[in-house]
């Protein structure tokens, strides 16, 4: 077994910790990576804290995983020692199923393997994430990094990147589209990146005034200040598209009337109570109200590649591993921009 630093989570009353455990040794299709950078995502939180349900604890966070690879497994093909590596929100799928052979592993029909607070296909071993020195995973859910972009900036590419490039990707924004995008954080901010990047006309929609400078900055076209009636009353009828990234109560009824006929609103966040949907919201207009998760690893990898031929990464503000509570209430409060990241080397 490998010795592993971390910090974890004891139970869901008790805050993060140094916490040393173990990793499985290199298998034959395994990479080893020394992590060197770890996004922090609002579900590292929810899930520390069992808001979404009851954790495997002690818990290790971090979906957001960029290192150098140290050690790989005799069948590894794609991988060798000095590469840089990622992972992000899973490390394994059962990898026959329909979904899975359709590079939807994400959407695995026995259930993909999360990074952490998850179970190993073995189904009681527990899955630890990138808070810690080092990760062991299976080869196909290594993802191969760029080294024309600030590796720090590409971590949250992994969870924020993908789960708003995917979105749009397969409802084909692009050139001729009108896109709001409800929210500008650590989700927003990439899918104003990629919306622009896509040719499509973005609006931000947002609560705060204060962000309208932000917003315009990453290359939005537009920003509307959804607490101004006035402003909503202009915007009715206006998108082809809404990106919801809001992880907050809204009210989804208000954000179907700004879609234009056959419209579609996608939620990307995930608000803490069930909403209430008026069926005549959607029935005017034929309009959709869609989900959508993170992407697959045929995809995350065309992201990553996309990123690095057009240079975009996360606006990212850079802690200490000790600074983690800290960082967790600035996140709550909104203040950050848009994506902290852990620096490793200061585990």
Known sequence: MITTKGYAAQTAETDLAPWTFERREVGPHDVQFEILFCGVCHS??????????????????????????????????????????????????CQVCENCKQDLEQYCLEGNTQTYNGLERDGKTPTYGGYSDNIVVREEFVLNISDKLDLAAVAPLLCAGITTYSPLRHWKVGKGHKLAVLGLGGLGHMAVKFGVAFGAEVTVLSTSPKK????????????????????????????????????????????????????????????PKPAEIAAFSLLGGRKSLAGSGIGGIKETQEMLDFCAENNIVSDIEMIDMKDIQTAYERMQKGDVRYRFVIDMATL
């Open 212 to 271: 309208e400078e932000d917003a315009k900055k990453l290359g939005a076209h537009h920003f509307v200040v959804t607490s101004d009636p006035a402003q909503i009353k202009a915007a009715v009828g206006t998108f082809d598209f809404i990106l919801d990234t809001v992880s907050a109560e809204h009210d989804f009824n208000m954000y179907l009337s700004l879609l234009r006929t056959n419209g579609t609103h996608i939620c990307v966040g995930v608000p």
């Open 44 to 93: 590292d939180l929810h899930q520390i804290k069992n808001d979404w349900f009851p954790g495997i604890f002690p818990m290790v966070p971090g979906h957001e995983i960029v290192g150098r690879v140290i050690e790989v497994g005799d069948h590894v093909k794609k991988f060798k020692v000095g590469d840089l590596a990622g992972t992000g929100c899973m490390v394994d799928s």
